[in-house]
């Protein structure tokens, strides 16, 4: 037999959308847990499953994985019966449905790893067909009377059963399901009012059903009308607004619910609807390194912009006429700047696509901690690129982890102190600024117990929030006397702060309240890969760092620093009636008196550390411009302070610091030291 | 079956590594500090478009440090995912070795090189040894670090 031939090319790309549909599958099946549990239908997650399933059950029989089609089979048969019981879905269900995509997943997972798949777990499947049986004996309850759409023939006729049933069963739910005319025309255009921005402002006030355009006469003189199909909360006057206003129009698409409810057309199976043929269209799975790749061409030709300047400004320099070059130079800079937008947001993925396994996760917690606890995420759509995503990950799960295993207490003491049994884990991002992404984790459990925190460390209370959450994130710290399976061995939030501060060069805060909760405070950068820097040089080498981390750029008087005795080289300059501590980076990159001006620095880069100002000397500004950052990964230069690398042009890669971290490595080592900091130090930051 | 191996010369002595593992040589123009980087990191350089460390294999063995001339090279090596660079004082042969040839070294040895000598093997007049690579790149750093 060929098979296995065969399975070795088609493997990687059954493995990807097999990984893909598995989280559908999860993200779909615990959305119809929680509607089960406030007692709805939830049809629209019932056939979203069902297609999940039954797409890997055709992709696993392609590449001949018996046991993968015969429990998605199961599945496939008990979901159907959800499906013609109006998309409800017996409590019962959901367990042994949970356990077939987990079992799914370990096969997918041995699969990847290069196994064979493991044969059917005896018993998964007989529990599967005892589904079959008491879903066909109808436990589906009575459907609420589903609201009657009123809708023009020629709109009418163009909607899917799908799509019509979504907007009844939105506007059964208590949504409103309207119609918004909207009408293009040439100074709408010039407005920037188009179809497609129409579409977007739209896509935040509710959910887009369908978009049809119709043609014939319209109102205000077009040709040309796009029907939306909402369902939505808003008011009218905003739908409106999103248009453009008059000519466009707000319709409401249901009358006053029928006393008799319309029969529904009968659905056509699932499988069989024509809106499978249009699922994923438009969009494109693309392997990381192919994007990575991408960047890696757009850094050369800006390594190679760069040099380009230089040479035109050596020529120009030379009195040679190249006005048309700098013109030309110009024009190649905003080309490269749309450019790195362009691939830039290629490497953007939603963060709540990149949250998507901390529901299962939770879920999971709660059946090992017996604690009650309902996740909420609310992250909008932010974005964030890839490699950000990535990292950030792990220390978002370790957050929530932490959060039901710590923090959250039993049923019973939630009781005791007055609280809901439910406890809350709360993930949410509170928009971006200047690059940044703000995302919190909070709970409302007991609160960190920095009395405890300090005895266990054997340090002093802490004092502040920031002093409390430096303990707690020491290597190696854990608040649990026994390592338990959930907490894991020894893994502390040292993680975490490594992931957000040492690699991401990002901020972690902390805020708690005894008995009312904690709050995780993170703030990580957007991208990672592409920065605005300022260009130094100090001690006869180029160094960067990121032009948001500068609050400002001094010039240094000699004659106004004030040198205080047995401070250890550290000066005072004074900023508009302030005293701030100058350091010359010099010294604290173990570069004092290496091929550079001796003497007082003068220029200094003022930055927040830990919210007090600091200025750091340099020798000289070289210039402002955009970076291609390379993370350092190997251990061998992993240090703090240092955040990557990049190239400048001349070949030599070029240091990229983090002031401030490089600023609280040194006042913890010795400055003097030989190479500066010893690795173990800088690590028990 | 013999195996190629790389030859590099520091400080007058000569040392092999498989070829297998080297994945370029290229000539040493300096390379970019780390502050708080080990003593014997060099610092970084740029090889085909990618930043890697290299460990100055000279400070590695606790010789002397000399001006870096023409010859000077960085040995470009892969260790599972990580890439790391050793500067030497030239390197410009390759050679094919018997695995029969190669011999643990003398205990004196062992002690003398921190471990950085895993085989010496006998050519004609010359004698050869066989570095550790992740230990002299400092294998060492890895533990404790990241994952625990």
Known sequence: ????????????????????????????????????????????????????????????????????????????????????????????????????????????????????????????????????????????????????????????????????????????????????????????AAHGVTINSVRERVAALGDTVKVLPLSGPAAGGGALTFVLLLLTEAPDAALLEAAGGPPASVRALTAAPASAPEPLPELAAPDEEPEEARRGGGSLRVEVSRLDEALERLAALVVNRSRLARAVAALTAAGAPTRELQAILQENARQLRDMRAAILRLRMV?????????????????????KSVRLELDVGDAEL??????????????????????ALELPEARRA???????????????????????????????????????????????SPDALLEVLCRPGFSTRDAANATSGRGMGMDIVHRI?????????????????????????????????????????????????????????DAAQVVRPAGAGGVCLVERRGNTVPLLTLARLL???????????????????????????????????????????????????????????????????????????????????????????????? | MSVLHVVFKVDGAEYVLPAADVLQMESFTGATPVPGAAPHVAGLVQVRGRVIPVVDARLRFGLPA????????????????????????????????????LKPPPPLVVEGAHGFVKAVAQVGPRLVMLIDFPRVIGEETLDGDGQR
């Open chain 1, 590 to 685: 173990g570069r004092a008196g290496l091929g550079g001006c001796e003497g007082p620095a003068a220029k200094a880069l003022l930055v927040r550390q830990r919210g007090e100002l600091i200025a750091f000397g340099v020798d000289r500004l070289v210039g402002q411009q955009e970076i291609v950052l390379r993370p350092l990964e190997d251990p061998l230069v992993r240090v703090p302070g240092v955040v990557g690398a990049t190239d400048l042009g001349d070949g030599q890669p070029t240091l990229v610091l983090d002031l401030a971290a490089l600023g609280l490595a040194r006042a913890k080592g010795s400055p003097r030291r030989q190479g500066g900091l010893a690795r173990e130090e800088g690590r028990l930051i």
């Open chain 1, 417 to 463: 102190a007055g609280k809901p049994d439910e406890g809350v884990v709360r993930v949410a991002s509170h928009g971006r600024a200047g690059g940044l992404l703000d995302l919190t984790v909070s709970d409302d459990g007991r609160g960190v117990d920095a009395q405890a925190v300090a005895a266990r460390a054997g340090v002093p209370v802490p004092a």
């Open chain 1, 385 to 406: 690129d890839k490699a950000v995503a990535d990292r950030l990950l792990p220390a978002l799960v370790h957050l929530v982890r932490n959060a039901v295993d710590h």
């Open chain 1, 350 to 370: 939603r963060v709540g696509d990149v949250l998507e396994r901390l529901p299962l996760l939770v879920r999971g917690l709660r059946r090992s901690t017996g």
């Open chain 1, 500 to 556: 957000i501060v040492d690699q991401l060069g990002g901020e972690l805060g902390l805020e708690t309240r005894p008995g009312a909760g904690t709050t995780f405070r993170l703030r990580v950068p957007l991208t990672i890969t592409l920065l605005d820097a300022l260009v130094f040089e100090c001690a006869g080498l180029r160094y960067a760092v990121a032009v948001g981390s500068v609050e400002e750029l001094i010039e240094v």
């Open chain 2, 66 to 101: 000399v001006a870096r001339t023409l010859d000077s090279r960085v040995v470009v090596a892969q260790l599972g995912n990580r890439v790391v660079g050793l500067v030497v004082d030239s390197a410009r042969e390759v050679l094919k070795l018997d695995p029969q040839q």
């Open chain 1, 1 to 188: 037999m060929s098979a296995s031939v065969d399975l070795a090319d088609f493997l990687p790309a059954y493995l990807a959308e097999a990984e893909e549909l598995l989280g559908t599958g999860h993200r779909q099946l615990l959305a119809m847990e929680a509607s089960i549990r406030r007692g709805l239908a939830n049809p629209r997650a019932v056939r979203e499953l069902f297609r999940a399933v039954h797409t890997i059950k055709g992709l696993s029989a392609m590449v001949d994985v018996e046991p993968i089609v015969d429990i998605t089979h199961w599945m496939e048969t008990c979901l159907r019966h959800a499906d013609r019981a109006g998309g409800r879905l017996p409590e019962a269900s959901v367990e042994p449905l949970m356990e077939g995509l987990r079992e799914i997943e370990q096969r997918v997972r041995q699969l990847a790893a290069g196994k064979q798949a493991a044969p059917v777990p005896p018993g998964l499947l007989s529990r599967l067909e005892a589904l079959e049986a008491e879903g066909s004996s109808g436990g589906g309850a009575p459907r609420a009377a589903p609201a009657a759409l009123a809708l023009e023939e020629a709109v009418a006729a163009r909607l899917s059963a799908a799509e019509r049933e979504q907007l009844v069963t939105g506007a059964t739910g208590g949504r409103r399901a309207v119609r918004l005319d909207f009408i293009p025309g040439a100074d709408r």
